[in-house]
């Protein structure tokens, strides 16, 4: 799973940013990211466009917006989808606060976490429907709304996702 992995990554994620149109620009940055020690100390070492995955990886995938256009623009919407056998672990940290909401069906439907489904199980012979919590690890995309992004200013957006 080591090329045909990253192009898919590559690829599926070149899709969601050419949707974009407009005064918004986006730049998608991948890394893979390895725990190193660092004179003794744990760090995070981010390895930029990596060659090969690996499965049980982690990597960062960061978009940069830009207001490309001379007037601020209000609500807009960034989505990304979480790439193809890779699952959804976390927020990128230190990075804008924008509205994030996350789907579970393709982008079908968008809610905030924690999302919630119905499904229906058996209980004493009987089909019994019931609401329960959406893993993370079953996200298929993620979108924020920036509230507001003003001319030529850009802010960065991101998740992590593990390789399966």
Do not use: C
């Amino acid at each position: 799973m080591k090329r045909p992995l990253l192009t898919t990554l590559l690829s599926l994620t070149g899709l969601t940013l050419a949707q974009s149109a407009g005064p918004v620009q986006l730049d998608l940055t991948l890394n893979l990211v390895r725990s190193v020690k660092v004179d003794g100390k744990p760090t995070e070492q981010l390895t930029p466009n990596p060659g090969a995955v690996l499965p049980g990886q982690v990597l960062s995938q960061v978009v940069t917006a830009r207001n490309t256009g001379t007037t601020a623009l209000k609500n807009v919407p960034i989505t990304l989808p979480v790439p193809r056998n890779t699952f959804y672990l976390a927020p990128e940290q230190g990075l804008s606060g924008a509205r994030a909401e996350y789907s579970f069906d393709g982008g079908k439907t968008f809610g905030t976490a924690p999302l919630k489904k119905t499904v229906t199980v058996t209980e004493n012979g009987k089909a019994v429907r019931k609401e329960i919590e959406v893993k993370p690890s079953e996200y298929t995309t993620v979108r924020w709304t920036v509230a507001e992004l003003a001319a030529g200013k850009t802010l960065k957006l991101g998740y992590r996702v593990q390789v399966k």
